[in-house]
Structure formats: C-alpha cells, structure tokens
C-alpha cells in the first residue's frame, strides 16, 4: 500500500509538471513579447461637430499643451454618462474661472451599440473641441484596451482615468493631485511640463470601505473577495490594497511607459498596469476615495472574479517565463 501510494504521488507530479510544462511552451508560443497595438484610421481621428471635420488624435509621444486629461471609458454608458459627466465638467469649470487651467475630457465609446455616442457629441458640441473629444472604437475593445488608446490620444500632463458610472466623486481628484504634489515635490498645476516628464502615478482606493462592504455581502461573496485579493497580493501587486477603483492618476511620461507595455485589455488591466509600474520602480500611492456603488455595473460578481483571477495568474505565469516583455524605460 506504501509503495502504490509513493507511485500515485510520483505520477501525479509528474503528470502536474507535465501538463505546466506544456502551458508555458503553449503560452510562449503563441504570445507576443510586446503588445500589439491595432488602431484603425477612423480610430485615429476625432469629429468636431461643429465643422464635420475629422481632425488626428495627438500622440501621448508628443509634448503636453495643457494640464489635465480625462479618459472615460464607456461601452454602452447613455444612462450613468450624463451625471458623471456633469459632476466632472462642473468641477473642472470652476477650476478654469480663476486660474489658466486647462483640460480636456476623452470620451472612448467601446464599441457601444446603444446612444452613448449621441450622449457625448451633445456635452462636445457645447464644450468644443479644446475641451471635449470622442474617440469612438469600431469594435468592443474591454475597458483597458479603451483606456490605452485614450491615454495614447492625450494632451495632457497628468493624466486621469474615470469611470463612467461616477461611482467616485470627482472632486477626490484634488486627494490625488496632493499626493502627487507631496512625492514629486512638483505642483502640476503651476509647472505642467515638468511634472509631466516625471514618473508617478496615485490611485484611488476603495480599501477603507471594506469592512461595510463585507457587511453587506453573503459569506460566499465575501470568500471570493478576499481570495481575489489574496490573487492580487500573490501574483500581481504587493503595497496596493485596491487595485480595481476606476479613479487612477498618472504623471504623462508614467502613462506613456506603462501602457506601451500593457497587454490586458479586459477587467485585470488594471492589476497588470501596476504590476509594470511596480516592476519599473514607479512611485505609487494609494489615497483613500468617496465612493458608491452605481447600479448598471457590466461586471458579473462572481463570474467577472474568477475570471479576473484566471487572468491574474496568467499575466504572473507569461512575465515570468518571458511570453511578455516589458519595455525597458531609456535614461535620458
């Protein structure tokens, strides 16, 4: 009975490190070291409504002409668009009446197939074009492939990705804008182009809600959650409590190295993001933000979890086998 144990246990193993051995050749085979990014001509260009005119994106490559930029990321968002976007743009407003600031708000419809797109052209045709862009995606690209091309089409020094349902309030902006000031020692709103050549990024956390959400949720919700963090902490990010908040952050010159690396375009893109931004030893800060939950989320609880922790393991398991590349930062 021993020895048909030790042999189960040895065929077992080996069955196991065949079947790991397998996926890794699998993996690097079919995996591209760097990220492809597909983007066609219309994807490229903006419409001014006011003109008809289809005018280029700019390139996050390029020099900042003004301070912010708001990436919103929105498939199918007509409904939660309108108060997110009203609560941001009177923020943003009053911050211009008595300052030079300036912003621009990046709508990326994902491919929606319902009136989301008519929903920003109305905000674009009041704001113009200096202030309100739409880049619409021919196809459903997932939140972080909509996010890259936004942040890639930017012109500002820092750089912001929002939400579209508002869960966060908006003017927690000026919690993140602090943070950064204090590590950088550099206030972007007074010296835009030097900030932006820095390397930070702040991310807003929904850590300090926790206890009250546990509450709420069943005991198997509430296991899930914690595995999912636990995934997080074991495979991706180690120092950041909430990864997921959609509120995040980033100086011009971190967006443009991290994202240019990024190959997640679905939920984990996020965790993926930091992952870069951890390993290229990119200041990080966590700041604790309003938030609510909105009815409307895409996200299917237990399902999107799993989901996401499959592809947690599997953006470790590529890096560590070198499937994936991350792009080396060049010293000036």
């Known amino acids: 009975m021993?020895?048909?144990?030790?042999?189960?246990?040895?065929?077992?193993?080996?069955?196991?490190?065949?079947?790991?051995?397998?996926?890794?050749?699998?993996?690097?085979?079919?995996?591209?070291?760097?990220?492809?990014?597909?983007?066609?001509?219309?994807?490229?260009?903006?419409?001014?409504?006011?003109?008809?005119?289809?005018?280029?994106f700019p390139s996050i490559n390029g020099k900042s002409t003004l301070?912010?930029?708001?990436?919103?990321?929105?498939?199918?968002?007509?409904?939660?668009l309108v108060p997110m976007l009203d609560e941001c743009i009177e923020f943003l407003e009053n911050r211009t009446k008595d300052s030079s600031f300036k912003y621009e708000i990046i709508?990326?419809?994902?491919?929606?197939?319902?009136?989301?797109?008519?929903?920003?052209?109305?905000?674009?045709?009041?704001?113009?074009?200096?202030?309100?862009?739409?880049?619409?995606?021919?196809?459903?690209?997932?939140?972080?492939?909509?996010v890259r091309l936004g942040m890639q089409s930017a012109r500002g020094?820092?750089?912001?990705?929002?939400?579209?349902?508002?869960?966060?309030?908006?003017?927690d902006l000026i919690?993140?804008?602090?943070?950064?000031?204090?590590?950088?020692?550099?206030?972007?709103?007074?010296?835009?182009?030097?900030?932006?050549?820095?390397?930070?990024?702040?991310?807003?956390?929904?850590a300090h809600l926790q206890n009250e959400a546990v509450a709420k949720r069943s005991m198997f919700r509430t296991i899930l959650m914690y595995g999912f963090h636990a995934f997080v902490?074991?495979?991706?990010?180690?120092?950041?409590?909430?990864?997921?908040?959609?509120?995040?952050?980033?100086?011009?010159?971190?967006?443009?190295i991290c994202f240019e690396s990024l190959h997640v375009e679905r939920w984990a893109f996020d965790a993926e993001l930091l992952y870069i931004a951890k390993y290229l030893n990119i200041p990080i800060t966590e700041i604790a933000v309003n938030w609510t939950e909105i009815e409307g989320s895409k996200l299917i609880p237990i399902w999107s979890w799993v989901q996401m922790g499959r592809d947690l393991f599997l953006i470790w398991l590529r890096y560590q086998i070198g499937a994936w590349k991350i792009v080396p930062v060049k010293k000036n």
């Open 233 to 256: 902490w074991l495979f991706a990010v180690r120092g950041v409590k909430d990864t997921q908040c959609g509120f995040k952050l980033l100086t011009r010159e971190a967006a443009r």
């Open 67 to 80: 301070h912010l930029s708001v990436i919103i990321p929105a498939y199918n968002e007509e409904t939660r």
């Open 175 to 206: 919690k993140l804008e602090s943070s950064l000031t204090e590590l950088l020692e550099r206030d972007y709103l007074k010296e835009p182009e030097i900030t932006a050549d820095k390397l930070a990024i702040s991310v807003g956390s929904r």
């Open 2 to 56: 021993e020895v048909d144990l030790k042999y189960i246990l040895f065929i077992s193993s080996a069955l196991l490190c065949s079947i790991l051995l397998a996926v890794c050749i699998l993996l690097i085979s079919v995996s591209k070291p760097y990220p492809v990014i597909i983007r066609s001509k219309k994807e490229k260009c903006f419409i001014d409504p006011k003109s008809g005119e289809s005018i280029a």
């Open 157 to 171: 020094a820092m750089l912001l990705f929002a939400d579209a349902d508002g869960a966060t309030k908006f003017a």
């Open 107 to 146: 709508v990326v419809s994902d491919g929606s197939t319902d009136g989301t797109v008519s929903v920003a052209s109305k905000y674009c045709e009041r704001l113009g074009v200096e202030k309100f862009r739409i880049l619409e995606l021919e196809c459903n690209r997932g939140k972080g492939g909509a």
